[in-house]
């Protein structure tokens, strides 16, 4: 957990009508719930109106269940007391599941967070002044592209193997 605000962590709305909703997390105790004034402001009938609370202090994220009638549930288990969180937990609270995030402490990207960069084009001597060659390329280490072409060949083979299989096991 960091002090920066990009590194502050998140709890998303992984599922449920409100699939999709961030809330950053800062420092000191945020509330959870469904009545007005919460932290972390879920719109569900089953979410107690203070259902549970988040905790931010140095280096720890801690989970609380408030005494809520549904309970707070933390990667399948009923949360008795409090839990800390760890990147990637998941919260179920009433009808919604929310994953943490903790960007500082991450050893994966937020879902649907991958961004590719392209690099500017290098420029072309040849050329004149302020013109670029063509085209574009990818950032990327060598060994992430030989990794996605290792299992693209993989499918490929796997799928001709299957293929194959069929057409010799009904002809």
């Not at 085209?135 to 990327?140: A, K, M, N, V």
Request: net charge positive; aromatic share 6%; with cysteine.
């Amino acid at each position: 957990m960091s002090d920066q605000l990009d590194l502050l962590p998140i709890l998303t709305v992984s599922s449920g009508p409100l699939r999709g909703a961030s809330f950053r997390l800062r420092p000191g105790v945020r509330r959870i719930g469904r009545e007005d004034g919460a932290d972390v402001l879920l719109d569900d009938p089953k979410v107690s109106r203070w259902h549970a609370t988040v905790e931010l202090t140095v280096g720890r994220v801690l989970l609380t269940d408030t005494g809520s009638t549904n309970g707070t549930w933390l990667n399948g288990e009923r949360l008795r007391g409090h839990a800390e969180l760890r990147d990637g937990d998941r919260i179920r609270l009433g009808n919604l599941e929310l994953r943490f995030f903790d960007p500082g402490a991450a050893a994966t990207d937020r879902l649907g967070t991958y961004r590719r960069h392209l690099a500017p084009p290098p420029a072309d001597p040849a050329a004149p002044a302020g013109v670029l060659a063509a085209p574009t390329q990818l950032i990327g280490t060598p060994a992430r592209r030989s990794r996605r072409a290792l299992l693209v060949i993989g499918g490929c083979v796997a799928l001709a193997s299957g293929m194959a299989w069929a057409y010799l096991a009904f002809h």
